[in-house]
């Protein structure tokens, strides 16, 4: 039986009080609930502060380019779909500079889960405003409100009809720990957007703002796709937690797993060779 204590316990460089820290727990226990021992989960992430939660478990990890984790998470499934995949990165850098890669995730639906730390603020760089950061919030860069309307993530991904969608909040640790663990068993790519306040660069968006506007839906059928547009649609007095959407796809195959393969130093110097 998989325990928490086998993803270990790290000293971070998140600041005190970060919502980041909640759902990295959160993550271990629903992974400890999946009974996932870490040598069988491999988890990707881009840049910025949620984008360091791969370096504070034990398990398989990639850590690469901005906006970049879903690529890589889609490779690691193919190259050894056994594995359970995990994409974990902030709202700017999924939704900013990896919103393209969003959308073909999306289209492609793999056996991968995506998590999405989503502050709505660029935490790593100071207080910019991202993708989801509200129309007319003062930020540093923005000192006249940001100018355009909010990316609601969870609208697109209902909208493509992807297979698993759900908002979280951490400050409802228990039904983030569930709404994960549905997430990763879930077959095909799922989505949960995950609000966690960014203390030090939000003071709009705060732990006492989501709790005071978050709401856990009940009597809701996820497999009815216009009532999961109208609940994705809500973000204003009142915001739906819970699972969102949830409907059933071909999940693009990988029946040429890269890790079945052998290759020898003769096959790599061939190849080498093949290009002098």
Same mark, same amino acid.
């Given at each position: 039986?998989?325990?928490?204590?086998?993803?270990?316990?790290?000293?971070?460089?998140?600041?005190?009080?970060?919502?980041?820290?909640?759902?990295?727990?959160?993550?271990?226990?629903?992974?400890?609930?999946?009974?996932?021992?870490?040598?069988?989960?491999?988890?990707?992430?881009?840049?910025?502060?949620?984008?360091?939660?791969?370096?504070?478990?034990?398990?398989?990890?990639?850590?690469?380019?901005?906006?970049?984790?879903?690529?890589?998470?889609?490779?690691?499934?193919?190259?050894?779909?056994?594995?359970?995949?995990?994409?974990?990165?902030?709202?700017?850098?999924?939704?900013?500079?990896?919103?393209?890669?969003?959308?073909?995730? !999306?289209?492609?639906?793999?056996?991968?889960?995506?998590?999405?730390?989503?502050?709505? !603020?660029?935490?790593?760089?100071?207080?910019?405003?991202?993708?989801?950061?509200?129309?007319?919030?003062?930020?540093?860069?923005?000192?006249?409100?940001?100018?355009?309307?909010?990316?609601?993530?969870?609208?697109?991904?209902?909208?493509?009809?992807?297979?698993?969608?759900?908002?979280?909040?951490?400050?409802?640790?228990?039904?983030?720990?569930?709404? !994960?663990?549905?997430?990763?068993?879930?077959?095909?790519?799922?989505?949960?957007?995950?609000?966690?306040?960014?203390?030090?660069?939000?003071?709009?968006?705060?732990?006492?703002?989501?709790?005071?506007?978050?709401?856990?839906?009940?009597?809701?059928?996820?497999?009815?796709?216009?009532?999961?547009?109208?609940?994705?649609?809500?973000?204003?007095?009142? !915001?739906?937690?819970?699972?969102?959407?949830?409907?059933?796809?071909?999940?693009?195959?990988?029946?040429?797993?890269?890790?079945?393969?052998?290759?020898?130093?003769?096959?790599?110097?061939?190849?080498?060779?093949?290009?002098?």
């Amino acid at each position: 039986m998989t325990s928490i204590e086998q993803y270990g316990q790290f000293e971070t460089s998140w600041c005190p009080g970060c919502g980041n820290f909640p759902l990295l727990e959160s993550l271990k226990k629903a992974l400890m609930r999946l009974d996932l021992p870490p040598h069988r989960v491999m988890v990707s992430s881009g840049i910025g502060q949620a984008a360091k939660a791969p370096h504070y478990m034990h398990c398989h990890m990639f850590n690469g380019l901005h906006g970049r984790s879903l690529p890589v998470a889609q490779g690691m499934k193919m190259a050894n779909p056994e594995m359970t995949v995990i994409c974990q990165s902030g709202d700017g850098c999924v939704y900013g500079e990896g919103g393209n890669h969003f959308l073909a995730a !999306i289209r492609r639906n793999m056996d991968i889960t995506l998590l999405v730390h989503d502050n709505q !603020i660029y935490g790593l760089t100071k207080g910019q405003a991202s993708p989801t950061t509200q129309r007319g919030h003062v930020t540093k860069t923005q000192p006249g409100g940001a100018p355009s309307e909010a990316f609601n993530p969870v609208a697109v991904a209902v909208a493509m009809k992807a297979g698993f969608v759900a908002r979280a909040f951490t400050g409802e640790p228990e039904h983030l720990t569930e709404m !994960i663990v549905q997430a990763v068993s879930h077959p095909g790519f799922s989505l949960v957007d995950i609000f966690q306040p960014c203390v030090s660069f939000n003071k709009v968006n705060t732990f006492g703002w989501y709790k005071e506007h978050c709401r856990i839906i009940e009597d809701h059928d996820p497999t009815d796709w216009a009532s999961a547009m109208a609940l994705a649609d809500e973000f204003g007095e009142r !915001i739906p937690l819970g699972v969102l959407y949830r409907g059933e796809r071909p999940v693009l195959a990988t029946s040429m797993p890269l890790a079945r393969h052998r290759y020898g130093a003769d096959a790599l110097v061939a190849v080498l060779e093949s290009y002098a």
